[in-house]
């Protein structure tokens, strides 16, 4: 069983940056696929990044070149660095991780808020 804990998130002004960390309690390298989605109110939860293993990523088409996904390896850690935020960005934002069978495990969200 693999466990999730996020950190980071906030309520920042439009413009600004929040940083956006999930760690996962597991074995060292034994972490698939991580990446983060969000929920907003009255939305379907979507994907916002993903990193494999090897750190091949992907992006939404609406957070390119303002997101940056990282992870640490050793550490089981996944990041989201996000700049430019705007108000659209407001949302929950869950950690999502396969583990090394592919098995999928969700961390708790963490709010994201940005202010106009």
């Known amino acids: 069983q693999v466990q999730l804990v996020e950190s980071g998130g906030g309520l920042v002004q439009t413009g600004g940056s929040l940083g956006l960390s999930c760690a996962a309690s597991?074995?060292?390298?034994?972490?698939?696929?991580m990446g983060w989605y969000r929920q907003a109110p009255g939305k379907q939860r979507e994907l916002v990044a993903s990193i494999t293993r090897r750190g091949s990523t992907s992006y939404a088409d609406s957070v390119k070149g303002r997101f940056t996904i990282s992870r640490d390896n050793v550490k089981n850690t996944v990041y989201l660095q996000m700049n430019s935020l705007k108000p659209e960005d407001t949302a929950v934002y869950y950690c999502?991780?396969?583990?090394?069978?592919?098995?999928?495990?969700w961390g708790q969200g963490t709010q994201v808020t940005v202010s106009s």
């Open positions: 999502k991780a396969f583990d090394w069978r592919w098995d999928a495990y």
């Open positions: 597991a074995a060292i390298f034994s972490i698939n696929t």
